[in-house]
């Protein structure tokens, strides 16, 4: 499953340089989570590195966007 940013993200920026993928763009009002780029981090750390840096917990599961562990290998 791809992340997504919620409201909750105070635009900080911190997490675009933590993602190996450059899933994360600043958006209109907020950044974003590019869900075709967003791998979760699998096979480069134990844990989503943007859901590890964010000062707001504003990163979680997309819903939308469902994937398996093979899914998010394959866009490696």
Known sequence: MALKIT???ISCGV???ECPNQAIVEGDMQYVIKP???TECIEDYNSPQCVEICPNDAIVPDPDHQES???LKAKR
């Open 69 to 71: 562990e093979e899914e």
């Open 36 to 38: 075709e780029l967003c």
């Open 15 to 17: 997490c675009v340089y």
């Open 7 to 9: 409201d909750e993200c």
